[in-house]
């Protein structure tokens, strides 16, 4: 009868050790588990649906990319410094035609480009550069000239039906600032919407609605420099 309680005895002590053990296993893995694991927490100022999650690079993915969906975008840079652009709001180079060498009443040679447009359609700046002088005439109607950055190109934009209202003499302005829109001003003809843009190597500067004239129509239609010979 000893024997058997002994026995007894025996297998309750080892059941007790061996639920002990059990329970010290599930406690430390679920200890270890809350010390190795990382929360993911919101960065300030980003929405936690763009937080950067802690990855480990791979061949084929590099942490460089991964960055929040509302991260500013920067612009690329200038591929060529001083390329012009069309200064008629939403003209493509396609729609230009060169009209440079074309003949004008008395014996006149048109020295420009025109581009058309309907009337009130933004004329931008087609460079960086001073706007240099605002003037009205009956050929050119209302007109605007703008010295090029480095003062060694003048160009001309005519038969405006206005001028910017927030674009003075002396301004130094952007290119593709709206400086003027599309008229028909000066001996365009009524209803014949336009601009006439030219551009002029400046020989005096004091002078400098005078020079040189280069045909625009290359410039514009391939988005480059003027090149002064």
Same mark, same amino acid.
């Given at each position: 009868?000893?024997?058997?309680?002994?026995?007894?005895?025996?297998?309750?002590?080892?059941?007790?050790?061996?639920?002990?053990?059990?329970?010290?296993?599930?406690?430390?893995?679920?200890?270890?588990?809350?010390?190795?694991?990382?929360?993911?927490?919101?960065?300030?100022? /980003?929405?936690?649906?763009?937080?950067?999650?802690?990855?480990?690079?791979?061949?084929?993915?590099?942490?460089?990319?991964?960055?929040?969906?509302?991260?500013?975008?920067?612009?690329?840079?200038?591929?060529?410094?001083?390329?012009?652009? /069309?200064?008629?709001?939403?003209?493509?180079?396609?729609?230009?035609?060169?009209?440079?060498?074309?003949?004008?009443?008395?014996?006149?040679?048109?020295?420009?480009?025109?581009?058309?447009?309907?009337?009130?359609?933004?004329?931008?700046?087609?460079?960086?550069?001073? /706007?240099?002088?605002?003037?009205?005439?009956?050929?050119?109607?209302?007109?605007?000239?703008?010295?090029?950055?480095?003062?060694?190109?003048?160009?001309?934009?005519?038969?405006?039906?206005?001028?910017?209202?927030?674009v003075k003499v002396g301004d130094l302005v952007k290119q593709g600032?709206?400086?003027?829109?599309?008229?028909?001003?000066?001996?365009?003809?009524?209803?014949?919407?336009?601009?006439?843009?030219?551009?002029?190597?400046?020989?005096?500067?004091?002078?400098?609605?005078?020079?040189?004239?280069?045909?625009?129509?290359?410039?514009?239609?391939?988005?480059?420099?003027?090149? /002064?010979?």
């Amino acid at each position: 009868m000893d024997e058997i309680t002994t026995a007894k005895r025996i297998l309750v002590i080892v059941y007790l050790v061996a639920l002990h053990l059990v329970v010290f296993y599930f406690l430390y893995e679920k200890f270890a588990t809350e010390r190795t694991s990382e929360p993911e927490v919101a960065l300030p100022g /980003i929405e936690a649906a763009n937080v950067i999650k802690k990855v480990t690079p791979t061949a084929s993915s590099t942490l460089y990319n991964l960055v929040p969906t509302n991260a500013a975008t920067v612009p690329p840079p200038v591929a060529n410094p001083g390329a012009l652009i /069309i200064p008629v709001a939403g003209v493509g180079p396609e729609k230009l035609v060169d009209s440079f060498r074309d003949a004008r009443s008395e014996g006149r040679v048109h020295d420009a480009i025109d581009i058309m447009a309907p009337q009130g359609t933004p004329v931008l700046a087609a460079a960086d550069g001073e /706007i240099a002088r605002f003037f009205d005439s009956q050929a050119g109607g209302t007109t605007i000239y703008q010295m090029s950055a480095d003062r060694k190109l003048v160009y001309y934009y005519a038969h405006l039906q206005a001028r910017a209202d927030d674009v003075k003499v002396g301004d130094l302005v952007k290119q593709g600032r709206t400086i003027g829109y599309v008229g028909d001003t000066g001996n365009a003809g009524p209803g014949n919407y336009h601009l006439h843009f030219s551009i002029a190597i400046v020989t005096d500067p004091k002078r400098y609605w005078e020079g040189t004239y280069i045909d625009p129509y290359p410039y514009l239609k391939n988005g480059t420099a003027p090149q /002064i010979p």
